[in-house]
């Protein structure tokens, strides 16, 4: 899941080097962190949010086939 939040990420931003992704597991739980420049935050996030919930839906559909449950936060 880290790639794909990276590669979706990198497309979205300016400054695509200073994109980090870390990702913690517990058990069946996974939390995937996205790091991005304060300038590129809305851009991540989009207008109410739209871009930060499709990220996660395309996450959740993607983790659901390896009976998965992934939280993306973007920090």
């Given at each position: 899941m880290k790639e794909l939040v990276e590669v979706i990420a990198k497309a979205l931003v300016d400054n695509?080097?200073?994109v980090f992704v870390t990702e913690k597991e517990?058990?069946?739980n996974t939390v995937?962190?996205?790091?991005?420049?304060a300038s590129d935050?809305?851009?991540?996030i989009?207008?109410?949010?739209?871009?930060?919930?499709?990220?996660?839906?395309?996450?959740?559909a993607?983790?659901?086939?390896?009976?998965?449950?992934?939280?993306?936060?973007i920090i």
């Open positions: 695509p080097d200073e517990d058990g069946r995937v962190e996205l790091h991005v420049a935050m809305g851009k991540v989009g207008k109410q949010g739209r871009i930060a919930k499709a990220i996660r839906s395309v996450v959740k993607a983790s659901s086939k390896e009976n998965k449950r992934v939280d993306v936060e």
